[in-house]
């Protein structure tokens, strides 16, 4: 019993000590000032997403089986046509590809990008292909929402993976049908920004929140002059900026650094309700209230029973059947007061106090929460 006991407390300790270290790092950190370019961005300085269709070649026989992808072996078609090449019906019909694969190839194409610079692209199989390992993606166009060629990949995968099979066992190591290529991917089209257009550009807060958006517009109205900024909503201020690029720039890299006051966060927790994880900012707290915890457990378990035909029985035959046996068990729930806490380390300390897994906190929160006590906004990811 004392074995098993031991264990049982270490797993409700530990999440809860990690959880208490991530509130005192939150609470230490609020006390430093945060800059403008980590709470907002300037509007229109965006990067874009980027797509294509394409081919990896040079596998070692672990490629698509095209009798069941037809699009591997359109896909090399259609290549071999631009190089000069065309195959036959029956050529076509009959092609096996074991060393090519279709891949789908996607990239970020950031701010500013001119033609020439590089990219790096993600390349993921979207066939039966078994592994991209040693193969090369052959030039592939990226293309944007608009559907116009931004930039051209090609170059050799790296794949973060290992894998062999043979004889029905099979042993493998991270993801095989996944690479990527560094700097994989040249620029071929210039995205126009509206950076230099007008004489003032928007600031774009990350989270919306009138109170810091108040506190962006007044230090930049503290450092440049009354009247330079304005918070037009809870996510937005407009900031007049120089019209020449050169000074606009730098009016831009000096405002990002501006500083601002720090301010307490709307208080919120959030709830993974797939791993179990809750996560607690430092403007928790907690009302006074009771909570009745106990556990509810049903046991099932079958015994395989043999039913056998007398001695001198003709016809008979052995059948082998199940008995289930059902047992229900509720551990007694014990009523805890929990008092009212207006720090974190002590919302903790009273959770903690009820000795539950993070699995029935999940649950307990909820319930907290319905019932008025619990003064945060409850967000379930």
């Given at each position: 019993?004392?074995?098993?006991?031991?264990?049982?407390?270490?797993?409700?300790f530990w999440?809860?000590?990690?959880l208490w270290l991530?509130a005192?790092?939150?609470l230490?950190g609020?006390?430093?000032?945060?800059?403008i370019?980590e709470?907002?961005?300037?509007?229109?300085?965006?990067?874009n997403q980027l797509?294509?269709?394409g081919?990896?070649?040079?596998?070692?026989?672990?490629g698509d089986q095209?009798?069941?992808?037809?699009?591997t072996?359109q896909g090399i078609?259609n290549?071999?046509?631009?190089?000069?090449?065309?195959l036959?019906?029956a050529?076509?019909?009959?092609?096996?590809l074991?060393?090519v694969a279709?891949?789908?190839?996607?990239?970020q194409?950031?701010?500013?990008a001119?033609?020439?610079?590089?990219?790096d692209?993600?390349?993921?199989?979207?066939?039966n292909?078994k592994?991209l390992k040693?193969?090369?993606?052959?030039?592939t166009?990226?293309?944007?929402?608009?559907g116009?060629?931004?930039?051209?990949?090609q170059?050799n995968?790296i794949?973060?993976?290992?894998g062999?099979?043979?004889?029905?066992?099979?042993?493998?190591?991270?993801?095989?049908?996944s690479?990527?290529?560094?700097?994989?991917?040249?620029?071929?089209?210039?995205v126009p920004?509206?950076?230099?257009?007008g004489?003032?550009?928007n600031?774009?807060?990350?989270a919306?929140?009138?109170?810091?958006?108040?506190?962006v517009?007044?230090?930049?109205n503290?450092?440049?002059?009354e009247?330079s900024a304005?918070?037009?909503?809870?996510?937005?201020?407009?900031?007049?900026?120089?019209l020449?690029?050169?000074a606009?720039?730098s009016f831009?890299?000096?405002?990002e650094?501006?500083?601002l006051?720090s301010?307490?966060?709307s208080?919120?927790v959030?709830?993974?309700?797939?791993?179990?994880?809750?996560?607690?900012?430092?403007?928790v707290t907690l009302g006074a209230?009771?909570?009745?915890?106990g556990?509810l457990?049903?046991?099932?378990?079958?015994?395989?029973?043999?039913?056998?035909?007398n001695?001198l029985?003709t016809g008979?035959q052995t059948?082998?059947?199940?008995?289930?046996?059902?047992?229900?068990?509720?551990?007694?729930?014990?009523?805890?007061?929990?008092?009212a806490?207006?720090?974190l380390?002590?919302?903790?300390?009273?959770?903690?106090?009820?000795g539950?897994t993070?699995?029935?906190?999940?649950?307990?929160?909820q319930?907290i929460k319905?019932?008025?006590?619990l003064?945060?906004?409850l967000?379930?990811?």
């Amino acid at each position: 019993m004392h074995t098993s006991h031991t264990p049982h407390k270490t797993r409700q300790f530990w999440p809860w000590a990690a959880l208490w270290l991530f509130a005192s790092l939150l609470l230490g950190g609020a006390a430093h000032a945060s800059r403008i370019k980590e709470v907002a961005e300037v509007e229109g300085v965006r990067s874009n997403q980027l797509t294509g269709f394409g081919l990896v070649v040079g596998l070692d026989g672990t490629g698509d089986q095209t009798t069941q992808m037809p699009y591997t072996s359109q896909g090399i078609t259609n290549y071999l046509k631009q190089l000069g090449i065309t195959l036959p019906a029956a050529a076509v019909a009959q092609l096996q590809l074991k060393n090519v694969a279709a891949v789908l190839v996607t990239a970020q194409l950031p701010a500013f990008a001119r033609p020439g610079q590089t990219i790096d692209v993600n390349v993921s199989s979207m066939g039966n292909s078994k592994s991209l390992k040693g193969g090369m993606l052959i030039s592939t166009p990226l293309k944007g929402a608009d559907g116009e060629v931004y930039a051209l990949a090609q170059g050799n995968l790296i794949v973060a993976g290992a894998g062999a099979a043979a004889g029905g066992s099979k042993v493998q190591i991270n993801h095989l049908s996944s690479g990527r290529i560094p700097s994989g991917a040249q620029v071929e089209r210039t995205v126009p920004t509206p950076l230099l257009e007008g004489n003032s550009i928007n600031l774009g807060l990350e989270a919306s929140d009138f109170q810091t958006a108040r506190r962006v517009a007044q230090a930049i109205n503290k450092r440049f002059g009354e009247g330079s900024a304005r918070a037009l909503d809870g996510r937005t201020v407009k900031v007049n900026a120089p019209l020449d690029s050169d000074a606009r720039v730098s009016f831009i890299a000096e405002m990002e650094e501006l500083s601002l006051e720090s301010s307490i966060p709307s208080a919120k927790v959030v709830i993974n309700s797939r791993t179990g994880s809750i996560v607690l900012n430092g403007a928790v707290t907690l009302g006074a209230c009771a909570i009745a915890h106990g556990n509810l457990s049903v046991s099932i378990t079958t015994t395989p029973v043999i039913s056998q035909p007398n001695p001198l029985s003709t016809g008979g035959q052995t059948v082998v059947a199940e008995k289930s046996n059902i047992q229900i068990r509720q551990e007694p729930g014990m009523l805890i007061q929990l008092p009212a806490s207006t720090q974190l380390s002590d919302v903790v300390r009273a959770l903690n106090a009820l000795g539950a897994t993070p699995q029935d906190l999940l649950a307990i929160l909820q319930a907290i929460k319905a019932a008025g006590a619990l003064n945060a906004e409850l967000e379930v990811i």
